[in-house]
């Protein structure tokens, strides 16, 4: 089978007090590029998230949005620290016999004062934390990898359409060149009947000429690479896997011969052909951008 780089996937995952929902989705990518979004709290399994997705994607620019919630009453607690507020209260007092002031602190006052009061997170276990989360991920990358899949049949078949196509073309161009010659020799021998009169035309030195010619114009070589890349193209979307770079190659040596083909055209059907062809292969370049 072969992966579309678009996709989506969604997986909430509730056990216990604890809440994780994860959400993914891609887009075309030369290659893998992670971007991460989650609370600062779970920061630290960034690196065990990413090994975790690189089992599922290869390819593709993959953002990833990560929610956590915990419902427990015992999430977090206030610390008191005392030796700073003595310190807060050594120089308040300071201050005033400095300045001959009133010496008003009250508590109320002094625990406004930064840090003197701390808001903690208490220390959860990160191995039954870390259980939870892959779990949402898998689940959220098991979803999103079918995703590619269901895409990628649908390039596939498009794209098989694509290439059945181009082979026609082929054939066109190749049943075409052995008419091209004749009508080469026939105008030629038109035209040279047409100076000498009645007088006989010499045959062999016509057909040196129509040899030449053809030799311009000859695209065997030409036809023969370009039906072996649609074939091979072909066959390895049947055969699947990640064969978008592999492809993307093939197609820019389809558009090669192509090219070769159009600048040997010596007629209309013949370029027409031609022009057909890289249109085609253009559009079948197009989307083998998306398969990862």
């Given at each position: 089978?072969?992966?579309?780089?678009?996709?989506?996937?969604?997986?909430?995952?509730?056990?216990?007090?604890?809440?994780?929902?994860?959400?993914?989705?891609?887009?075309?990518?030369?290659?893998?590029?992670?971007?991460?979004?989650?609370?600062?709290?779970?920061?630290?399994?960034?690196s065990a998230i990413r090994g975790e997705l690189k089992k599922y994607i290869s390819r593709g620019k993959v953002d990833v949005f990560i929610s956590y919630e915990d419902f427990s009453?015992?999430?977090?607690?206030?610390?008191?620290?005392?030796?700073?507020?003595?310190?807060?209260?050594?120089?308040?007092?300071?201050?005033?016999?400095?300045?001959?002031?009133?010496?008003?602190?009250?508590?109320?006052?002094?625990?406004?004062?930064?840090?003197?009061?701390?808001?903690?997170?208490?220390?959860?276990?990160?191995?039954?934390?870390?259980?939870?989360?892959?779990?949402?991920?898998?689940?959220?990358?098991?979803?999103?990898?079918?995703?590619?899949?269901?895409?990628?049949?649908?390039?596939?078949?498009?794209?098989?359409?694509?290439?059945?196509?181009?082979?026609?073309?082929?054939?066109?161009?190749?049943?075409?060149?052995?008419?091209?010659?004749?009508?080469?020799?026939?105008?030629?021998?038109?035209?040279?009947?047409?100076?000498?009169?009645?007088?006989?035309?010499?045959?062999?030195?016509?057909?040196?000429?129509?040899?030449?010619?053809?030799?311009?114009?000859?695209?065997?070589?030409?036809?023969?690479?370009?039906?072996?890349?649609?074939?091979?193209?072909?066959?390895?979307?049947?055969?699947?896997?990640?064969?978008?770079?592999?492809?993307?190659?093939?197609?820019?040596?389809?558009n090669r011969e192509a090219n070769t083909i159009l600048s040997k055209a010596n007629d209309l059907e013949t370029s027409a052909c031609a022009i057909e062809l890289k249109t085609e292969?253009?559009?079948?370049?197009?989307?083998?951008?998306?398969?990862?």
């Amino acid at each position: 089978m072969i992966k579309s780089m678009t996709g989506f996937g969604r997986c909430e995952i509730a056990e216990g007090t604890r809440k994780f929902t994860v959400e993914m989705k891609s887009v075309n990518h030369r290659y893998l590029d992670f971007n991460i979004k989650m609370p600062k709290k779970l920061n630290f399994f960034d690196s065990a998230i990413r090994g975790e997705l690189k089992k599922y994607i290869s390819r593709g620019k993959v953002d990833v949005f990560i929610s956590y919630e915990d419902f427990s009453e015992n999430t977090s607690s206030i610390r008191y620290n005392k030796e700073l507020a003595a310190e807060y209260l050594q120089y308040l007092n300071q201050m005033a016999e400095d300045f001959g002031l009133e010496k008003d602190v009250s508590v109320s006052v002094l625990s406004r004062y930064q840090d003197v009061f701390v808001m903690e997170e208490q220390d959860v276990d990160e191995e039954e934390l870390w259980k939870e989360l892959q779990k949402a991920i898998e689940g959220a990358a098991e979803g999103f990898v079918q995703t590619r899949i269901a895409e990628g049949e649908r390039l596939k078949e498009d794209l098989l359409e694509k290439l059945d196509g181009m082979l026609v073309l082929v054939d066109r161009v190749s049943e075409r060149y052995p008419a091209i010659q004749q009508e080469y020799h026939d105008k030629l021998k038109e035209k040279v009947q047409e100076l000498l009169g009645d007088a006989q035309v010499d045959e062999s030195r016509l057909l040196t000429e129509v040899a030449i010619f053809a030799d311009k114009i000859c695209v065997d070589e030409e036809v023969v690479r370009l039906r072996s890349h649609i074939e091979a193209t072909a066959g390895a979307l049947r055969e699947g896997g990640s064969i978008g770079r592999k492809l993307d190659f093939i197609a820019q040596e389809m558009n090669r011969e192509a090219n070769t083909i159009l600048s040997k055209a010596n007629d209309l059907e013949t370029s027409a052909c031609a022009i057909e062809l890289k249109t085609e292969i253009e559009k079948v370049r197009e989307q083998i951008q998306n398969i990862e």
